[in-house]
């Protein structure tokens, strides 16, 4: 079981805030550092000192950090046109020597597509453009250095690209594609993705949800194996119960919810917490969704005692 830090900055992160948590996360030892990408806050509070833009903030942390990977869960497919996102996810790829993990969505928050003026088109519509970044981003990379590329769709078109640059990571980065919908998001996944990730859900959706992604990988003649499964959940870790208490306080949350609807307890309850989604989902990777970003030593007490339980 792979453990993986995921923040969510607009929720009140500054760019320090994030260099320090990525950093600490990395000397700690975890494999990789994601962020959402969001433009405006998604819970109740101010969000202070205001959203971050995603690959703005992966760039910075591509020079600043040396081992741990990059990503996002997920990059949101109404920000930014695809010819636009696939020169920004390779250059940030070649600043990092090949460190980017590439989650991509159709997006959700409708309130902050209207406070920031970006288009919000029906479910169906979005479904349609995510579907076509897909294939215009995987077909710009993929085009040899020298020859052009040309992609004709209905939401987006391109026309003699010279495809460049490319990602460092050959053939391209990792495309992690998620979600709880039953029809497109699986047949989305057998198509393209190398991670499928559910996040903020329970072991029965989730479990359900892998199901119907396998499904699509046997109509498609795809081993579904070749797809990492992955989820996100909230962690509330601390030594005894005051001190889970404590960070659960900190956070908003009620420590039995969080128990109960997370990855929350002492280090031997969070040890077999993660038992239980690995057996009965059969996930082979969580990240942790980490959001007090002022306590560095939450992320060292779950390197610390968790993560080498979990390599015994």
């Given at each position: 079981m792979e453990l993986r830090i995921f923040t969510e900055?607009?929720?009140?992160?500054?760019?320090?805030?994030?260099l320090r948590i990525a950093k600490r996360a990395e000397d700690a030892g975890f494999p990789a550092f994601f962020r959402s990408d969001?433009?405006?806050?998604?819970?109740?509070?101010?969000?202070?000192?205001?959203?971050?833009?995603?690959?703005?903030?992966?760039?910075?942390l591509a020079r600043e950090t040396s081992r741990i990977r990059l990503g996002t869960l997920m990059t949101?497919?109404?920000?930014?046109?695809?010819?636009?996102?696939?020169?920004?996810?390779?250059?940030?790829?070649?600043?990092?020597?090949?460190?980017?993990?590439?989650?991509?969505?159709?997006?959700?928050?409708?309130g902050e597509h209207q406070a920031t003026g970006i288009p919000f088109?029906?479910?169906?519509?979005?479904?349609?453009?995510?579907?076509?970044?897909?294939?215009?981003?995987?077909?710009?990379?993929?085009?040899?250095?020298?020859?052009?590329?040309?992609?004709?769709?209905?939401c987006y078109q391109l026309t003699d690209s010279p495809a460049l640059p490319k990602p460092a990571q050959s053939p391209r980065p990792p495309i992690i594609i998620g979600g709880k919908g039953v029809k497109r998001?699986?047949?989305?996944?057998?198509?393209?993705a190398d991670e499928f990730n559910v996040s903020l859900r329970d072991i029965p959706t989730c479990a359900a949800q892998f199901e119907r992604v396998d499904?699509?990988?046997?109509?498609?003649?795809?081993?579904?194996?070749?797809?990492?499964?992955?989820?996100?959940?909230?962690?509330?870790v601390g030594r005894d119960d005051?001190?889970?208490?404590?960070?659960?306080e900190a956070i908003g949350r009620d420590p039995a919810d969080l128990r109960a609807n997370g990855i929350a307890g002492t280090p031997a309850e969070?040890?077999?917490?993660?038992?239980?989604?690995?057996?009965?989902?059969?996930?082979?990777?969580?990240?942790?969704?980490?959001?007090?970003?002022?306590?560095?030593?939450?992320?060292?007490?779950?390197?610390?005692q968790v993560v080498p339980q979990l390599a015994r």
């Open positions: 900055p607009q929720e009140g992160a500054s760019h320090e805030d994030l969001h433009l405006m806050t998604t819970g109740s509070g101010a969000g202070l000192p205001g959203p971050s833009d995603a690959w703005t903030t992966l760039a910075a949101a497919a109404t920000f930014r046109h695809p010819g636009a996102l696939a020169v920004i996810v390779a250059q940030v790829d070649q600043m990092s020597g090949g460190r980017v993990e590439f989650g991509l969505g159709a997006a959700w928050f409708e088109p029906p479910l169906g519509e979005r479904f349609d453009r995510l579907t076509e970044q897909l294939e215009l981003i995987t077909g710009y990379w993929a085009t040899p250095v020298g020859e052009t590329y040309s992609y004709t769709g209905r998001t699986p047949a989305l996944a057998a198509r393209f499904a699509a990988c046997h109509r498609l003649g795809r081993d579904p194996a070749e797809i990492v499964r992955s989820v996100a959940q909230t962690v509330c005051a001190e889970v208490g404590r960070r659960a969070v040890v077999d917490r993660i038992g239980q989604w690995q057996q009965k989902t059969g996930v082979e990777r969580i990240y942790l969704q980490l959001l007090d970003l002022s306590d560095e030593a939450h992320v060292d007490l779950i390197a610390d």
